[in-house]
């Protein structure tokens, strides 16, 4: 079996350790791994049909795509072409987008923070001070700002080089979030992160980690979101306000260190058994 590992060319280094997993445990599967950048190829289309160019040469398509990257046209074009690409674009639109991830965590009844998505070009937020200015396609807290007036806002708004951005009234116990790792529908693991230097807890960022026993209540909610898509593996994050976890997003492209260094969880591999188990059981159906 032939499968490849594309990643955005810029995260590669930093992620080198994470990508040898994958080979290893690909490698014990009898799965051939390449490691590719969405940088290197790319998708055309004409009278032999849809195809991967590297170089100008066409690859001959794997049997599936693990997509570390956020590249929708080469995304949406191998599942064209009939390769099975996880996360899926279906997924992949939604948790980059962070608007319609607060649109679909509301429409099931998830509680969010006050949030409005509006113009970089607008005066003032509409809301009250403080509150945090988000980019609606980052991730990893880059380009999340803490903002107290109309002048921090303006800079924050300016510095995304965006259009749109979105604004949200900030959670009374910052610096303390929650990640919850899912793979398909199944809630994985759930992580808590802090920090006592930054409203931001993200790990990459310099917070510190430990495990964190959701609670039934917590449980359900998390099940709801991983029961209303087709995942294959995210993180859906949550935030702390009035002692309650409050939805904040979804990682598609979501890293892994917390799990390798504080639980005995070999996410990697249970990935690709899932992934596996799924092309088996479409295969048979088909």
């Known amino acids: 079996m032939q499968a490849w590992l594309l990643y ?4 590669v280094e930093r992620n080198r350790r994470y990508i040898g997993f994958y080979f290893e445990e690909c490698e014990k599967r009898g799965i051939s791994l390449t490691l590719l950048t969405a940088q290197e190829l790319t998708p055309a289309c004409g009278p032999q049909g849809l195809s991967i160019l590297q170089n100008g040469q066409r690859l001959a398509p794997p049997d599936f795509v693990v997509f570390r990257a956020v590249a929708p046209v080469l995304q949406k074009q191998l599942e064209r072409m009939g390769v099975p690409v996880y996360n899926s674009a279906a997924v992949s639109d939604v948790c980059n987008n962070k608007m319609l991830t607060y649109q679909l965590a509301r429409s099931l009844g998830l509680t969010t923070m006050e949030t409005r998505f509006i113009s970089t070009q607008a005066a003032q937020p509409g809301l009250p001070y403080p509150l945090v200015v988000k980019p609606v396609d980052g991730k990893g807290g880059r380009g999340v700002c803490l903002v107290r007036d ?4 303006r800079a924050a708004a300016t510095a995304l080089g965006q259009p749109y951005c979105l604004v949200q009234q900030e959670a009374n116990m910052p610096g303390r979030d929650v990640r919850v790792y899912v793979i398909g ?3 994985r693991a759930a992580m808590l992160r802090r920090s006592d230097k930054d409203f931001r807890s993200n790990f990459c960022l310099g917070g510190q980690a430990s495990v964190y026993p959701l609670s039934p209540k917590e449980t359900q909610m998390v099940q709801k979101l991983a029961d209303a898509m087709d995942f294959g593996f995210v993180g859906i994050d949550f935030v702390f306000h009035n002692g309650q976890m409050v939805f904040n997003e979804i990682e598609d492209v979501v890293g892994a260190r917390m799990l390798y260094i504080y ?4 996410i990697v591999g249970e990935y690709l058994d899932w992934i596996l188990t799924r092309i088996r059981r ?3 159906l088909l």
């Open 263 to 266: 639980t005995d969880l070999n």
């Open 185 to 187: 529908h199944t809630i």
């Open 150 to 153: 109309d002048a921090e806002f």
């Open 282 to 284: 479409e295969s048979i």
């Open 8 to 11: 955005d060319a810029t995260e």
